[in-house]
Every structure is written in structure tokens, then in C-alpha cells.
């Protein structure tokens, strides 16, 4: 049985790592968007055309497309939501004639990702990103400033992060702000902090219920013609997964996975596997994930978190941490082996090792990384992934 198809995220040149450095790796594929487009408008067949000949030109093929991200309307259920989805379905159309059929998406709302560190040093040296709830709470409550937060924590909770706050300095403070404010892959321009609070203030507004709903209208328009052409839509879960400056989560535990997987049927409606978004709460039991969704898993992310009991979390090793990898590792396999026995899908599943330390020559250029995407640290994941993987095949004799 063939193994995962081993990808590699690439943001374009400008961010400190070449289609040359990665071909270097041995992995097959790249995981790019077309980052220039702006939101919301229709992927041109040229633009598409072109990235992917940049990419082939270098002996490689562009495996998923990460992301072709929704726009707010869509997300928020506003009037003009249909003329963004038709916008979709034709960026999709677009895609598929240039044959790329695998598409990432999310649906989390004012930013892809938190956390309140871009450069937690470890005891090794190595430098990685954290989370930590006290430091989110000293944002939300007196950076952000958002109405009526105090009471959504804990008095304990609140006189530490009050605490932790008054203990920064100025320039600590910025870089906290710029730590959240920098959670949008692909682009290094920090959010302004006037935008997120106008975006944050609206979101507030709209219930857990009703983001469920605008994801299910946007799933059940989007993806009949995603079937009709071969497109295989993979939502990433929400990161991380639990309520940040009182936000809901939607795609952060089995039964949000469940819902979404369930409201609209289909071959083409699947999950992008990430271990390290998943695995940040101590709640989600990755394995049963893998075994009970394993079918409509179309592109998987693997990194490891260290949890700690206050809720707070770094990007450990890809073989360290809280996530049990060789376990995660396994139950992968055995889903691709069910899929070769049953041709239900495809069983050369595309993987990235997602994020990675930044040590050694990248320190040199760490600031032409986007946060977590250092070239170095994630040659290595990929190279532990790759012997785990070859490891678990043996023990399975698969």
C-alpha cells in the first residue's frame, strides 16, 4: 500500500523559504493559494495556471490548495452572500480545470489562528509558538477592551491577568497586541487593531446557532458543484479549539466535525485532520476522530502541542507533547488500509507536517518566516513523521 503523499505549505518566496529549498526535502507536493487575489473575488484560470507552472517547473505538483478563504459575508450571513459563493463555486470551477481538486478551507471567525507568543524560547534554544489564557485574557480585557468581558472570567482569572498585564512593559504590551494581531497565514501584514475590534463587535452579535446555520448554507451551495467536478472540500478545524474574546467555536470537537460532515452529505463535504488544532484541548480524543470520520479526511496536518493544566500551550516536537502521534499515526494508516480495501477514497492522503521550531541557520532569517512556517524545523517534523510512518507500517505490517 502506497504511503501519505508528503506536501510542504509554501507562502511564496518572500517568506524567507524558495520551491528550490523545499524540492531539496523530497516531498512530492505543495500546498499553496493564489494569496494575491483579494477576498472574496474569483480565482482567474491564468493566475492559477501560472502558480501551478511555477511549481511544476521545480519537479513538483500543487497537491492542495490552502486556503481559498471565505469572506466575512458568507460567514456572517449577510444579504450579499450569494454573489461571495458564486464567487466560489467559480474559483472551485477554476481550480478544477487546471486539475487541483483539493481544497482547504476554515470557517473561524476575525482571525485563523491565536496565539498570544510568536517566539516562546524553549530550554533547547529553539523558539516556537504558545499559548497562554492568562496573556488572551489581558488582551481581551485591556487591549481589546471588549464590553462586559470582565465578567466572563473568573475573579481568579481576571486578577491574574490584570496582574500579568500591569506587569509589562510598553513594549511588551505591542508585542503581545502583534503576537494576535499576526494570526492570518500568508500575509505579513498585522491586522489594525481599529479592524479587529469593528470585525470582533459584529461578531458578537451572531449566536453559535447561527454560524452553524451560515457554514451549513454555505456547505449546501458549495458543495453539489464541487461533486459535479471532483473538488474535495476539507474544513480545518477551529485554532484553538475552545472560545477566545467570546467568540464561539463551530469546528472544534467531535460534534461540531459531526454536524458539518452531516448537514450536507457528501463524498466532496470532508475534514482537514490537524492534529496540533485538535489536540489542543485535552477533551478531543484524536483517535476516535480519525476511526469514526476517517472516510471524509481528504488532507491531514500533523504537529504536536505540550499542554499545560492551566490551559495554556506550546508547539512541542512533532514526536513530543500532549498528542499521542504514534497513536494518531496508526489509526491514519489503518484508515488509508480500509480505503485500499474498499475504493473509497483516496488513499495516498496528502500530509504536511504543520509548523515547526525555529532553530539553527532559520534564526538568521527568522523574520522572513511567516510565524511558524520556519524551513528547518519543519524538514525535520517531516523527516520524524516520515520514519513514524515507516515504523507504524512495519509494526502493522501494512
Known amino acids: 500500500m502506497d504511503y501519505l503523499k508528503k506536501t510542504f505549505r509554501w507562502f511564496g518566496p518572500e517568506f524567507g523559504v524558495t520551491l528550490a529549498d523545499i524540492r531539496q526535502l523530497g516531498v512530492e ?28 517547473a521545480q519537479g513538483m505538483e500543487w497537491s492542495v490548495v490552502e486556503s481559498v478563504n471565505i469572506h466575512t459575508a458568507i460567514k456572517y450571513g449577510l444579504p450579499e452572500r450569494d454573489l461571495y459563493i458564486a464567487n466560489y463555486i467559480q474559483t472551485l470551477k477554476n481550480l478544477a480545470e487546471n486539475g487541483i481538486y483539493n ?30 489564557p492568562i496573556s488572551a485574557a489581558a488582551f481581551d480585557l485591556f487591549i481589546l477592551n471588549r464590553e462586559n468581558a470582565k465578567g466572563s472570567y473568573p475573579e481568579e482569572a481576571y486578577t491574574k491577568a490584570k496582574a500579568y498585564f500591569d506587569g509589562l512593559s510598553k513594549e511588551q504590551k505591542k508585542k503581545l497586541e502583534e503576537s494576535i494581531l499576526a494570526g492570518m497565514p500568508g500575509s505579513k501584514k498585522l491586522i489594525a487593531l481599529e479592524d479587529f475590534k469593528a470585525n470582533h463587535a459584529k461578531v458578537l452579535k451572531i449566536s453559535k446557532q447561527q454560524l452553524q446555520d451560515n457554514l451549513s448554507y454555505f456547505l449546501n451551495a458549495i458543495i453539489p458543484e464541487a461533486e459535479k467536478i471532483g473538488v474535495r472540500m476539507a474544513v480545518h478545524p477551529d485554532d484553538p479549539p475552545f472560545s477566545v474574546f467570546g467568540v464561539p467555536r ?26 496540533g488544532s485538535l489536540g489542543a484541548s485535552a477533551n478531543n480524543d484524536l483517535v476516535k476522530i480519525i476511526d469514526d470520520f476517517g472516510d471524509k479526511i481528504h488532507f491531514i496536518h500533523l504537529r504536536n502541542v505540550a499542554r499545560s493544566d492551566d490551559g495554556s500551550f506550546y508547539e512541542a516536537d512533532h514526536l513530543g507533547g500532549s498528542v499521542p502521534m504514534d497513536k494518531v499515526m496508526e489509526a491514519i494508516i489503518k484508515q488509508q488500509h480500509k480505503r485500499n480495501e474498499n475504493g473509497n477514497g483516496i488513499v495516498r492522503i496528502p500530509l504536511r507536517p504543520d509548523h515547526g521550531h525555529v532553530l539553527l541557520d532559520d534564526k538568521k532569517r527568522q523574520n522572513e518566516f511567516y510565524a511558524g512556517y520556519s524551513l528547518i524545523g519543519r524538514a525535520i517534523g517531516l523527516a520524524q513523521l516520515s520514519g513514524l510512518e515507516k515504523g507504524v507500517r512495519l509494526g502493522l505490517n501494512i
Open 29 to 56: 507536493g505543495i500546498v499553496a493559494a493564489c494569496q494575491k487575489v483579494p477576498l472574496g473575488e474569483v480565482w482567474p484560470v491564468e493566475t492559477i495556471a501560472a502558480l501551478k507552472s511555477e511549481i511544476e
Open 103 to 132: 481544497v482547504c478551507y476554515n470557517f473561524m471567525q476575525l482571525i485563523d489562528w491565536t496565539r498570544t507568543d510568536l517566539d516562546f524560547v524553549l530550554p533547547t534554544g529553539a523558539s516556537v509558538l504558545r499559548y497562554s
Open 250 to 275: 463551530i469546528v472544534s470537537n467531535y460534534e461540531e466535525i459531526k454536524f458539518l460532515l452531516e448537514c450536507c452529505p457528501s463524498p466532496s463535504n470532508g475534514l482537514t485532520f490537524c492534529s
